[in-house]
């Protein structure tokens, strides 16, 4: 559960004890969902400053294509690693 999106006067051991049929001594109401968009101006704001391309990322970029050792060993077993450790969604029937 994101804590931030929580309704303080909440939680879930009393929906368990509503759930089970018994009361909680305090009646517990449920406020509609919200959303803020304050921040989306600032966001898209600070996005229209930057450039759309980066020379500096480019040249990292191709800095490490052309490097033959990256990249390294290590990361390519991590990464296997957490590829193998993932669920295999094709076989999910939810």
């Known amino acids: 559960m994101i804590q931030s999106m929580s309704s303080p006067d909440r939680s879930s051991a009393a929906d368990a004890i ?5 009361s909680t ?3 517990v109401r449920q406020r509609p969902d919200q959303i803020s968009t304050e921040g ?3 966001l898209k704001g600070a996005l229209a400053s930057q450039p759309e391309i980066r ?7 191709s800095a490490l294509a052309a ?4 990249p390294s060993t290590a990361i390519m077993r991590s990464v296997a690693g957490a590829i193998l450790a993932s669920p295999d969604l094709s076989d999910d029937e939810s």
């Open 18 to 22: 509503v759930a089970a049929g018994q």
């Open 25 to 27: 001594g305090k009646s």
């Open 40 to 42: 989306a101006a600032f």
């Open 55 to 61: 020379p500096e990322v480019v040249a990292r970029g």
């Open 67 to 70: 490097d033959p050792s990256y």
